[in-house]
């Protein structure tokens, strides 16, 4: 695909990229990276040109950039995601490298504890496809499994300026202590936004990130409501529990923040994620109506109804505006996964 359209843009809303430094992910190897230092490769920014700018190499890219192969071989970059996860799909973002593109690309995956070495077996999770200039190659991968590093083959040299991975967080919860308090709906604990009424400035994956929202674009925000009713989002937990403790924050929304907000939960058992948006409307209430205030966290205990062990969690917020983050504590249901 050359470019996003409205259907792989709805599916690159579900899922996080796990190639995010944010979340720990580093370029850690590149066979060549003389014109455009690997590092640029999972910049969260969106890749920029600037024309008159070059350095001691040549001109300046941003992006991942070989030097001109003039013997056999290919090159590739290793990128250690910030957190294993299952992939569901890839883009191999080549904006701005019009004649210094590759022509085709594969990835290659690992699942090793450490860093990969020369008997790390590799698991080809999208085969060699072609590339165009200046554009976004979105595909999806089927294969099911959890990675940890993944292994960019670019035929047989040039630059690509992004790599985003869309998955979702795998965690080892045997090791975890099932008295800890912990986010259920931490984007490092498997959480993730599966669906919201309006995600016009934002996608609810955002407030699951870890620390506070860095700026008011970082978060959930819909766009002004002009019909009644209000917003909502859906929340998968990394892991079924029960919820004791919830932090609304809406650091940096001041004037457009939600007036009040509620959240209602269940324990999902069968159906789909487009099943999800009807069933919804009647789950419990977890958090009865409350009252919201610009740029604050907004800590609840004693509020928080306690309803058993849920999956997932519906947050409404009234009428509609932006929140930076959710966080949703609690201690974990082992027999429920």
């Known amino acids: 695909m050359s470019s996003p359209t409205a259907d792989n843009a709805s599916f690159l809303r579900k899922h996080v990229d796990l190639a995010s430094p944010r979340l720990g992910a580093e370029v850690t190897f590149a066979t060549d990276d003389f014109f455009a230092d690997k590092s640029r490769l999972i910049d969260p920014a969106p890749a920029v040109f600037i024309a008159d700018k070059y350095d001691e190499n040549g001109k300046w890219m941003d992006g991942w950039e070989s030097r001109r192969k003039r013997g056999e071989g290919y090159d590739y970059c290793i990128v250690r995601l910030g957190l294993p996860g299952i992939i569901h799909g890839v883009d191999i973002d080549t904006s701005h490298f019009t004649g210094n593109f590759p022509p085709s690309a594969s990835i290659d ?51 690509v300026a992004r790599l985003r991975v869309y998955g979702q967080v795998q965690c080892n919860w045997d090791l975890r202590d099932p008295e800890e308090l912990v986010d259920l709906a931490a984007l490092v604990n498997g959480g993730r936004g599966i669906a919201a009424s309006d995600q016009h400035y934002g996608t609810p994956s955002q407030i699951l990130a870890p620390g506070r929202g860095i700026n008011m674009g970082d978060g959930w925000e819909t766009r002004r409501r002009r019909e009644p009713g209000n917003d909502w989002a859906l929340i998968g937990l990394g892991h079924p529990g029960v919820i004791s403790k919830i932090e609304v924050d809406t650091a940096h929304f001041k004037g457009n923040y939600p007036d009040r907000c509620s959240i209602q939960a269940a324990m999902v058992t069968g159906g789909t994620e487009e099943s999800l948006v009807t069933q919804s409307m009647f789950w419990k209430t977890l958090l009865p109506e409350q009252k919201l205030e610009m740029d604050a966290i907004h800590s609840f205990e004693k509020e928080v109804v306690d309803i058993g062990p849920v999956s997932h969690v519906r947050l409404n917020i009234i009428p509609d505006g932006g929140i930076s983050r959710l966080r949703l504590f609690g201690r974990l249901k082992r027999d429920a996964k």
């Not at 450490?114 to 496809?129: F, H, M, Q, R, S």
């Not at 165009?132 to 993944?150: A, C, M, P, Q």
């Open 109 to 159: 995956a690992c699942l090793v504890e450490d860093e990969p070495d020369p008997n790390t077996k590799w698991t080809e999770i999208l085969p060699a496809v072609g590339l165009k200039g200046n554009s976004h190659h979105i595909h999806e991968v089927s294969d099911g499994r959890t990675w940890s590093h993944l292994r960019l083959n670019i035929y047989p040299d040039g630059g």
